[in-house]
């Protein structure tokens, strides 16, 4: 293959998203399980759960009444429902196999930050420093969003961040909607047990996926919602801001989220004078 030959696959490799080696050694699909390479796998060695599985390892797809394929989640349900406290939780989200995302990935990033605080943030998806780390928001957008919390006196020890995929997508490409609805149950669980006084949604996909609703960041943000995580009735005050990543690449919308924030400051601290006052 001459070098051009090369460098075009290359390039066509990254823009299909795979933009990461995740192994030391090519491994060939085609080849039975337990072949990895040319070289027979030894019995011994620790399996890569990196590697794309068979296709029994997945949650099978139900067909709907129209014919298309939704994903089975009855498994993460379950699992999620289980999950009595946030350690049980991440060891739920990091034992479930049933999103593919995983395979690729090199970490589950499940969350950082307070779980006691009353602030919690929901982003999208980690990002290529989040996967190496297994950390939420340590990249370039994580960057701004800490600068957005010490604007209104917040860091990590008072205010608690995750995001609605577990998984980094790979090349950065927008989580498909199955991969949303697997993670999900997991994430509402999430909500459930660490029960904020205030909820952020960080960018478009957060907030749609949670608040139910189709409109855009644009029309999402800037009001307040209810956002019942669990059956008890008892809401949680919502809101959404436009994601940093976006806020990266169009400076201007910075008005309007500092707007968000001091909004956010203000019912924060509206709930504490309430709870002084009982
Ligand atoms: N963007 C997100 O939505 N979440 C992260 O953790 C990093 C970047």
Redesign the pocket.
Known sequence: MSTWDTLSSLAWLVEAGADESIQDSPSNRLMPDGVHGNEPRANSAPVDRREVSSKSDRPPLIRSGIGTAVPNTEEAHLSAAASQNLNQLRLAVETFDGCGLKRTAMNT?FADGNPRADLMLV?????AE?DRKGV????A??HLLDRMLAAIDRDRTSAYIS?ILFWRPPGNRNPTNEEIALCLPFVQRHIALVRPRVLVL??GI?AKTLLSRSEGITRLRGKWYKYCPDDSGVPVDATAVF?P?FLLRKGHQKRETWQDLVSIRARLADRKVLEEDI
Do not use: D, K, R, Y
């Open positions: 990033v982003g999208e998806a980690p990002g989040e939420p928001f340590v990249g957008a994580g995001n960080v960018g957060a994601h990543a």
